[in-house]
T-cell receptor, first 112, second 113 residues
């Protein structure tokens, strides 16, 4: 079953601008993770935020989590052309096996 | 660095063939996963394994089976490939614990003719 749903489906910006992607989910979670996928490749983990955390930073990435709204956002500041990729949120619903349920992703295009 | 490798980047098979997709990880991870990725559908979990010889169904196990005889290796088997199994297949592994990331292989793009 699909848990995370990203918004928007696609985003096109210029280098130097900020990119914001949102994720909504349906059930209670243990943690939420964001992954990046370059075209035709495997996914790379970006950041994990626990259910008791509200905000987390890693380099140019900022993730927020609002468990009352069951939503998260990923902000990439000062985007670069190399940030062009698909971004997925994934939720760990604390089902006992630590499996992740992925959303359908946001495709980000950063133009020079 | 954790390395997850998959046996093929591209694979073309015929309908009805038996297909083996192999995944190997080198970090002694307990958990391994197989996903398929299709446009507009995102990643969907097929099967996972939390220990040697253990397997659990994911969201879409129909038409697939798995094997985990050694800790580092997790195989996905298509007993009789069908055209609707044309997809990108991604393997991942992670260590046990609630707050650990998954490490992904590069993917195998399978085409069934």
């Amino acid at each position: 079953s699909q848990q995370g749903e990203e918004d928007p489906q696609a985003l096109s910006i210029q280098e130097g601008e900020n990119a914001t992607m949102n994720c909504s989910y349906k059930t209670s979670i243990n943690n939420l993770q964001w992954y990046r996928q370059n075209s035709g490749r495997g996914l790379v983990h970006l950041i994990l935020i626990r259910s008791n955390e509200r905000e987390k930073h890693s380099g140019r990435l900022r993730v927020t989590l609002d468990t009352s709204k069951k939503s998260s956002s990923l902000l990439i500041t000062a985007s670069r052309a190399a940030d062009t990729a698909s971004y997925f949120c994934a939720t760990d619903a604390n089902s006992g096996y630590s499996t992740l349920t992925f959303g359908k992703g946001t495709m980000l295009l950063v133009s020079p | 660095d954790v390395k997850v490798t998959q046996s093929s980047r591209y694979l073309v098979k015929r309908t009805g063939e038996k297909v083996f997709l192999e995944c190997v990880q080198d970090m002694d991870h307990e958990n391994m996963f197989w996903y398929r990725q299709d446009p507009g559908l995102g990643l969907r979990l097929i099967y996972f394994s939390y220990d040697v010889k253990m397997k659990e169904k994911g969201d879409i196990p129909e038409g697939y089976s798995v094997s985990r005889e050694k800790k580092e290796r997790f195989s996905l088997i298509l007993e009789s490939a069908s055209t609707n199994q044309t997809s990108m297949y991604l393997c991942a592994s992670k260590t046990s614990g609630d707050y650990n990331e998954q490490f992904f292989g590069p993917g195998t793009r399978l085409t069934v003719l």
